[in-house]
């Protein structure tokens, strides 16, 4: 089975954002707000982070639970990890996400700035300098078989498309335009030299975009 | 976790049917064509009997590949499972599928005619009379927690709304009529009033329709 590198559930505004400017330990996104960007998986039964019974399940569904489908390591930026730039001073952050990260996988934070691994519950976290196919190869083998998950941010996906190392992506686009932030495309129709796409619109107000390599 | 009775993948032609006229061992759907009706889904990469590699990684993809998630234990009707009709004259008959069938958790087959529980590969069949109501409460038992697949025909279907113990339905109507067979519906809009509903036109030429309980 060949292992692939897939961006799953990875929102950007309608004008091709995937955060807003001026992230901070409370604006993990910026001037965007992610519970008007997640508001389509927020409102599935599949979202891990559901606290009241009910929820759809419809077309968003199948997105949001496929979220963690055969994937066995996760990429992700500093970025993503932290809003803290250069050198770690202490180790006490450890992300946004609570004891009980949604990750259930190792999870590779691409940072040039060392940190000892640490685990929190089923997750843990390596510090990882490397180029993105070094980073990938290191990945694929933690995934023990399994597909990767390139988590983000926007400019890590742009990073890995520009060194074709992307086999699928699903991009949902929400119903609001951000005018500035970390940028994913101008359009979509940038990758369509490269990718097979479907697009299929979702009665919640997202659309989905499907690629995969020609 | 509550278990959900699911139809997964379950395909009608245009006009409402999931099988045609005049099953036979060689014409296990009767007079309409499987390789038709399956072939949104026979594209992806994902679908299991793949011998070429390739495939497409969009919409259809996702539908396909849901099929066995969370899934622990399966209905089928006894016309799923064989063209026999009446008393088992012998036990010969093991299914469609080969000695792989598809399915990798038990089975549960809705007959009158007794027949004892037989195992290929990692498919146990199961040969049971009774209620839709009873045949449940059995195959959740089998499930160990997980879901329980309701995987057809289109009369077991029908069976099991009336007893209005369907959770989750996706109906792929595939773009042809066949004018006579095993009828899941007139119109998806019989299920309305007891279910959401999202109508999803794929680019392979089907419409997905997806329902969950109001």
């Not at 968003?60 to 639970?65: A, G, L, P, Q």
């Not at 074709?164 to 990758?191: F, K, N």
Request: aromatic share 10%; glycine share 10%.
């Amino acid at each position: 089975m060949t292992q692939l590198l897939r961006v799953q559930n990875f929102v950007v505004s309608s004008d091709g954002f995937g955060a807003g400017e001026g992230q901070s330990l409370e604006r993990p996104f910026g001037h965007a707000d992610p519970a008007t960007m997640m508001a389509w998986a927020g409102a599935t039964a599949s979202w891990p982070n559901r606290t009241d019974p009910g929820g759809s399940r419809g077309l968003d569904d199948y997105f949001t639970r496929d979220f963690s489908h055969n994937i066995g390591a996760e990429i992700m930026g500093a970025h993503k990890f932290s809003p803290h730039r250069g050198p770690w001073e202490n180790h006490e952050w450890q992300g946004w996400w609570g004891d009980e990260p949604p990750f259930h996988t190792p999870v590779f934070v691409m940072t040039h700035h060392p940190r000892p691994s640490f685990t929190l519950s089923d997750t843990t976290f390596h510090f990882v300098d490397g180029s993105p196919a070094e980073v990938l190869e290191q990945a694929r083998e933690a995934a023990q078989g399994r597909d990767v998950r390139l988590g983000g941010g926007a400019t890590v996906v742009r990073e890995f498309l520009d060194a074709d190392l992307v086999d699928t992506l699903h991009v949902a686009v929400a119903p609001v335009e951000l005018g500035a932030g970390a940028r994913l495309w101008t359009s979509p129709e940038e990758l369509h030299e490269r990718f097979h796409c479907d697009v299929v619109p979702s009665p919640s107000g997202v659309t989905h975009h499907l690629f995969w390599r020609r």
